[in-house]
């Protein structure tokens, strides 16, 4: 989507009765960049999505409608492409560049390039490596398909050796170049290479030194940098990345010569009034968040709307003393599973958490630590003092392993001010923890630990990149490979979520809220993000499998029976085997549409699933991987799923719908539920794009397609059912949007939150909340556990559950007159508040003082 796109769209945001539009980074990225994380330029609008004027003209558009602006910054990392300047201009000067600096590089070793296909001497002895002038830079470079890697000036010599004598003059400019002069040089370049027969005298010595591999290789050892296989990362890469990923070189922005240059056109834009708020990316990879935050803090000013993208584990609180708002909501959706899943499904959270999982996590962050982040891990084994060329089974780089492994937060944030006593009681609980699980290496577990803490030579370093690795395998081996190869229960497996998690119910809800009211009352309150696992609609039908999980179990055998011949037999195995295939079925149903499908609708779920099956595997990293996929594999799961979602497979497809009827039925109201509370709750509500309607979206890139939006009925849709759901939802939001913004202002921005009680045989099935200043007051209301307890044509909750049930009002309050916003009855003031009466006809219920 572009700027003018996103105008078009302000008329749909307006209606729908937001403050802000909420932008993914802006800044001229990658060419082709479906995403923009991958930055090239933070000191340039991207002209793809229409430049500054087209900035501008959105900004103008939105502000004109009273609307305002929050964009997301990547500190953290920008592209390791040919395309950013600075990366460039490191490739063709090494360590001399000036922006060296920039980047997060060990020069301990020349600069690995990992973005070969094969090894430099595969590549080299195939002709695929070349010597080219590239004339969009003017240097000479080292050819790669479309890729020209520059030559270091220096050994420009050795490219020119026995060339004619009127190439020369460039061998001289060449010797006589400083990175300083870079431009100077590369304009002469430019200037004597608008002479045809110098160019052609250079086409002809490039290409007999093209040929001439001796010579190829005695160059490439000349570079500052040296090309290699992808698959080598892993071992040899002398740069911090974002995550695993090479093509995204991690930023030193904890230098302010690097600050400023980084962020020059976004504190403009700030400091013009054009943007009202900033949304911090990846803030844990960062040497010091708490510096950092603060430098941004007092750039922008007190009156700037600051959140991080921060994952924080159970019980885990956002550190105080960062100056910002909150985080972006990951653990507001962890609180909604508390409200919606079944806490006395026992046998599937046997399955799912505790001893197990935590097993299980263990074993895939050490898998990680061990492959895909091996790199790393030396790197730390060699901060601590270990000699050069340490082999994987050091033992310092074993402990190292080992407390990342027990590490139950992402990271910790010792920096040269110290630990907090926080930090020092995590430090010393990972130190027992790996410990125990490897005594052979507890002696270097405790020197790693102290060395965490600050103490002895490796202070400073060692600590900063212990932290900034931490994060980055918590996120990979929970999220990008446990969560996927846990199938018993997906709507456990998001981003955030406690791995070992198991629900507390309304108890632990309630006092989550009253957490979130006191710490974090201005951070932001998702349900559906870019990086969730599934759309909130999804998982919302997910958890309803928490309420019938023999039914489910029963369904998934039966199942794999009706589709045995779909199933495959390979040399490695079954595929899918049987986690896969329970792990696709409920994939299927997050992503099985309301309304009938035809033959074509069945057809593009089923095109969906297959892409997402590949994604899933290779994140599991079990039988297929991204640096490894096997595609006999992959081509045996999506056989699969094209078999079992053919329009013919009328047994299975027809069954599969009997079963999920009942959990999509349900699935809406819990939808209904958790965007009333998202809107009503301590917090911002965060609104993903396309999610103010039906969103049963798959991990990215599926939850990133292309959205129209609608507009309302002229009638507001009361009478809910399935077939209007989407209508239902779409106008609950912006009715308590409308009230936020009106006269439930100052209530929604620093009223009180307080449990309310509810009393009767239907007590578990309702959740209930007050929020309350001295002279207003709110209560949210709304069901849970549905599953078979609603009406046969309505999205309502069929009476007989509320008989003799009812809201308590608070003791040390007096009643008051109420009004349901979202049926405008009134409701007597009274102490005991029956739920049929509350509910009025309505599936959710949020009532107001009258």
Not at 189 to 217: C, G, I, N, Y
Not at 280 to 294: C, F, K, R, S, T
Request: with cysteine; proline share 5%; glycine share 8%.
């Amino acid at each position: 989507m572009d700027f003018a796109k996103a105008v078009e769209l302000i008329p749909h945001f307006v209606s729908l009765g937001i403050s802000h539009l909420y932008a993914s980074p802006i800044f001229t990225a990658v060419e082709g960049s479906t995403h923009g994380y991958d930055v090239v330029d933070y000191n340039e609008i991207d002209p793809a999505l229409g430049g500054e004027e087209g900035f501008r003209s959105l900004v103008a558009a939105l502000k004109a409608q009273g609307l305002g602006i929050i964009l997301d910054i990547v500190p953290n990392h920008m592209a390791a492409h040919l395309q950013n300047g600075r990366w460039h201009s490191v490739i063709e000067w090494g360590r001399a560049s000036t922006h060296a600096d920039h980047f997060d590089i060990d020069w301990h070793q020349p600069l690995t390039l990992p973005f070969l296909g094969r090894s430099f001497e595969e590549e080299l002895e195939a002709g695929a490596v070349r010597v080219a002038f590239d004339r969009g830079r003017n240097c000479l470079a080292f050819g790669y398909y479309e890729a020209l890697y520059p030559l270091h000036p220096e050994s420009y010599g050795l490219v020119l050796e026995g060339a004619e004598p009127s190439l020369g003059k460039i061998a001289a400019i060449a010797a006589a170049a400083e990175p300083e002069e870079a431009d100077w040089f590369h304009s002469r370049l430019a200037t004597l290479l608008q002479t045809p027969a110098l160019t052609a005298a250079l086409e002809k010595q490039l290409a007999r030194v093209s040929a001439d591999r001796r010579r190829m290789h005695a160059l490439h050892a000349l570079q500052p940098w040296r090309l290699m296989d992808w698959r080598a990362a892993r071992d040899h890469l002398s740069y911090r990345r974002f995550f695993e990923i090479a093509g995204l070189v991690g930023l030193r922005v904890e230098d302010p010569a690097v600050f400023a240059d980084t962020h020059r056109l976004v504190l403009a834009l700030v400091r013009e009034g054009l943007v009202d708020g900033l949304r911090v990316d990846h803030i844990d990879g960062l040497a010091d968040p708490e510096q950092y935050l603060d430098r941004l803090r007092q750039a922008v000013g007190n009156r700037s709307f600051i959140v991080v993208e921060k994952i924080l584990e159970a019980e885990e609180a956002l550190p105080p003393e960062w100056p910002v708002e909150g985080a972006t909501g990951y653990e507001f959706i962890s609180a909604l599973a508390e409200l919606i899943a079944e806490e006395e499904a026992s046998g599937l959270w046997n399955e799912t958490s505790g001893a197990q999982a935590a097993a299980a996590i263990r074993e895939c962050k050490l898998m990680l630590l061990r492959h895909n982040f091996h790199t790393e891990v030396t790197r730390l084994a060699r901060l601590m003092g270990e000699g050069e060329g340490e082999e994987e089974g050091s033992r310092t780089a074993e402990a190292v392993r080992q407390l990342i492994a027990a590490l139950s937060v992402y990271r910790t944030y010792v920096t040269d001010r110290g630990a907090t006593a926080r930090d020092r009681r995590i430090i010393a609980d990972i130190a027992a923890s790996a410990s125990e699980a490897a005594p052979v290496v507890q002696a270097e577990i405790e020197d790693v630990a102290a060395a965490l803490l600050g103490d002895g030579p490796a202070r400073g370093a060692f600590p900063t990149r212990f932290q900034q690795l931490s994060g980055a395998v918590m996120a990979k081996a929970v999220e990008d490979t446990y969560f996927y190869r846990r199938g018993a229960y997906l709507a456990a497996n998001e981003v955030g979520a406690d791995p070992r998690w198991r629900p507390g119910g309304v108890r632990r809800f309630h006092a989550m809220m009253l957490k979130r009211a006191s710490e974090m009352p201005k951070g932001l309150s998702a349900t559906s993000t870019h990086d969730t696992k599934r759309g909130e609609d999804a998982r919302a039908r997910l958890h309803g499998i928490s309420e019938a999980p023999d039914t489910w179990a029963t369904a998934v055998v039966r199942w794999h029976e009706m589709n045995a011949a779909a199933i495959h037999c390979l040399p490695s195995g079954v595929a899918p085997e049987a986690a896969m295939e329970q792990f696709l079925y409920q994939s299927l149903l997050g992503a099985w549409p309301v309304e009938p499908m035809d033959e074509g609708s069945l057809s593009a779920l089923s095109e969906r699933m297959q892409a997402f099956a590949v994604k899933a595997g290779r994140e599991a990293k079990l039988r297929t991987r991204w640096e490894e996929p096997d595609e006999h594999y992959e081509s045996a799961v999506t056989a699969f799923l094209a078999e079992v979602l053919d329009w013919r497979n009328r047994v299975f497809l027809d069954d599969f719908e009997r079963v999920a009827r009942p959990l999509i039925r349900a699935g809406l109201v819990n939808s209904l539920s958790q965007t009333l509370v998202k809107l009503t709750a301590p917090g911002i509500p965060d609104i993903y794009q396309g999610s103010e309607r039906l969103d049963l979206s798959l991990v990215d890139p599926d939850n990133r397609r292309p959205f129209t939006p609608v507009s309302l009925p002229a009638e507001e849709p009361r009478n809910p059912t399935d077939g209007n759901f989407e209508d239902v939802k779409h106008w609950l939001i912006a009715e308590c949007l409308r009230y936020r913004r009106q006269i439930g202002a100052d209530l929604m921005r620093r009223g009180d939150y307080r449990p309310v009680a509810v009393e009767g045989p239907g007590a578990r099935h309702a959740a209930a909340f007050l929020r309350q200043t001295a002279e207003e007051c709110a209560i949210t209301v709304v069901p849970r556990l549905v599953l078979g307890r609603l009406d046969e044509t309505r999205l309502l909750v069929r009476p007989e559950l509320w008989r003799d049930t009812a809201l308590i009002w608070p003791e040390e309050g007096e009643p008051r007159q109420l009004q349901n916003l979202l049926t405008g009855k009134l409701i007597a003031a009274r102490r005991r508040l029956p739920l049929g009466e509350i509910f009025g006809g309505f599936p959710v219920a949020f009532v107001i003082q009258a």
